[in-house]
């Protein structure tokens, strides 16, 4: 990253306006202390003793981010060798995707062949699918080194692909680069054992307030799974652009897509183009969840089609970045056709069980309206096979059954709308964790951060990474936590660099909470680990903020 690139682009700054702005709304497991001192035993298969380097010992087991739940270290080191086969025994075409992406991962630096192959000969990399290894679950998995092989082990193929980035993480950071480095190629002697504390582990990306393409977000989707991250949210609509086709209501994305936040372009997804993010997403075992914000947060829908509106008169496009002065027509019929039809064309798109219909900041609708509006709307989802997520205002109305709340409060908010969140928790509403004053990418790190917003104060990597979401909303139980999200607004952002400024290294801890268990949480052990991630995202390019919080490795 340098500053030059990353401050290339024109900053958009908040527009002058009168409407309403966006109101604020144990002794850790000292895991680096596990030493590994690694015999520099080089058993290659087959390949006859590889060319010791006076490079890097193997990344410690202790290391990995997320901290996983068991780490066993002991025994020699498994290293890679041009000989070395990734053997994927199973006849899942899925843990063949696996192991050709392990190979596309490993080949340009390691400049080894590394066939994937059916075969279950002696050592290589093993992948293994094993139905009764139940105790891993959905998403867990086995990591074990030792000189003779490297072998994963998960029940689900999710299980395997998590396995493959903890691989990654104990081969040294330049494993990551696109070209061919010296290596050795060594993995630390041991076992992982590893399930996440919470299935639901999200990223969040705002492409309406700036449109971001294709490729801009199949970046931001390559680099999100490193951590384990496996849902990305994307905010499809709001006030400043509307971002995917719909073809009953085509002007929805020709002209509501037609522009963003500062006037420029916009744009929007066809059809082809979201379902290529969705499969891009798939591919790294992230469930992408769409937002259609409502019944605020509207203006590209109402500026065009007027007949949304109230008044029968559409408002024109707008470009700033106030909230809160939109609203689709609650009373009018051809409301709940257009959501119909929206929702019906989004859903059948969309593989994911979620559909997140905003809520948020609806202040030009009556609570009256809102809780009419909501008891419509929610059946329209489930009526086209999909769980609402909304966020955490929905709890005013009346949540549907197995519904999703989305929290974005603060420390400070009102401790009564804080009781109405828990008290729908209690009542069966589970709950996705995003205070905005903890893990909201977009707060500035501080007064001098020249992108994000500052409404919900400043957010270092220490204030993002140390809470605890199990006991974080009072009054709610921690078995109606889903998980936590990390929500990443674009009023002042719009290039991928400025993405990885204000994701990285923020979205790493909430992976971790989302991941870890609690018992493995610390700051100092975690920062230490997060330093060591350091030149790890050099290597992948990302542009991520060098926190004074954290002891990067100099160089
Ligand atoms: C929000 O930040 N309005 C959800």
Redesign the pocket.
Same mark, same amino acid.
């Given at each position: 990253m340098t500053a030059g690139r990353l401050f290339s682009t024109t900053v958009a700054t908040p527009a002058e306006g009168t409407q309403p702005v &966006?109101q604020p &709304?144990a002794l850790p497991r000292l895991f680096g202390s596990l030493l590994l001192v690694a015999a520099a035993g080089i058993a290659g298969i087959g390949a006859g003793p590889a060319p010791v380097q006076p490079a890097a010992a193997p990344r410690q087991l202790g290391q990995i981010v997320p901290a996983p739940a068991s780490v066993h270290p002991g025994g020699a080191p498994y290293t890679l060798t041009p000989l070395t086969r990734i053997r994927a025994d199973h006849h899942s075409p899925q843990v063949r995707r696996i192991g050709a992406y392990l190979a596309r991962l490993l080949r340009p630096s390691t400049g080894y062949r590394l066939p994937v192959t059916h075969d279950r000969g002696p050592g290589g990399i093993r992948l293994r699918l094993s139905s009764h290894e139940r105790a891993l679950g959905d998403e867990g998995y086995r990591l074990e080194s030792s000189p003779g092989s490297l072998t994963l082990t998960a029940r689900k193929p999710a299980g395997l692909f998590h396995a493959v980035q903890t691989l990654r993480q104990l081969l040294p950071a330049a494993v990551e680069k696109d070209t061919r480095q010296p290596g050795p190629w060594q993995i630390a002697g041991g076992t992982v054992t590893d399930t996440p504390r919470y299935a639901y582990r999200g990223a969040m990306l705002d492409v309406s307030r700036h449109f971001f393409t294709v490729d801009q977000v199949k970046r931001y989707i390559d680099q999100l799974p490193l951590y384990k991250i496996n849902r990305l949210h994307l905010h499809l609509s709001d006030d400043q652009g509307w971002r995917i086709a719909v073809d009953s209501w085509p002007r929805l994305a020709t002209y509501g897509g037609s522009t963003q936040v500062g006037g420029g372009r916009g744009g929007y997804y066809t059809k082809a183009q979201y379902k290529e993010i969705l499969r891009h997403a798939a591919s790294r075992y992230l469930e992408v969840v769409p937002e259609i914000d409502m019944p605020g947060h509207t203006n590209a829908a109402l500026a065009s089609y007027a007949e949304l509106n109230c008044s029968g008169v559409a408002p024109p496009l707008y470009t700033g970045t106030d909230v809160g002065f939109s609203s689709l027509c609650v009373p009018k019929p051809v409301t709940y056709d257009f959501l119909d039809d929206v929702v019906r064309e989004l859903a059948a798109l969309t593989p994911g069980r979620y559909l997140h219909i905003g809520g948020?900041?609806a202040h030009s609708t009556s609570h009256a309206d809102y809780v009419a509006f909501m008891d419509k709307v929610q059946p329209i989802v489930a009526k086209y096979g999909k769980t609402v997520v909304g %966020?955490h205002q929905l709890t005013g109305a009346t949540p549907a059954k197995g519904a999703l709340a989305q929290y %974005?409060g603060l420390d400070d908010t009102s401790n009564a709308e804080k009781a109405q969140v828990a008290r729908a928790a209690r009542n069966g509403t589970g709950l996705i964790l995003s205070p905005?004053d903890r893990i909201y990418l977009d707060m500035k790190y501080n007064k001098d951060t020249p992108l994000g917003l500052d409404w919900a104060g400043f957010v270092e990597v220490r204030r993002s990474y140390d809470w605890d979401p199990g006991t974080y909303l009072p009054g709610a139980p921690a078995s109606a936590v889903a998980g936590v999200e990390a929500p990443l %607004?674009s009023e002042t952002i719009s290039t991928s660099d400025h993405i990885e400024f204000m994701a990285f290294p923020r979205v790493v801890g909430v992976a971790e909470l989302g991941w870890s268990p609690a018992s493995t949480h610390g700051w100092e052990a975690y920062r230490v680990r997060l330093a060591a991630q350091g030149p790890r995202m050099a290597a992948l390019g990302i542009d991520f903020y060098r926190s004074p919080q954290v002891p990067w490795p100099s160089g």
């Open positions: &966006r &709304r948020d900041e %966020w %974005w905005a %607004w």
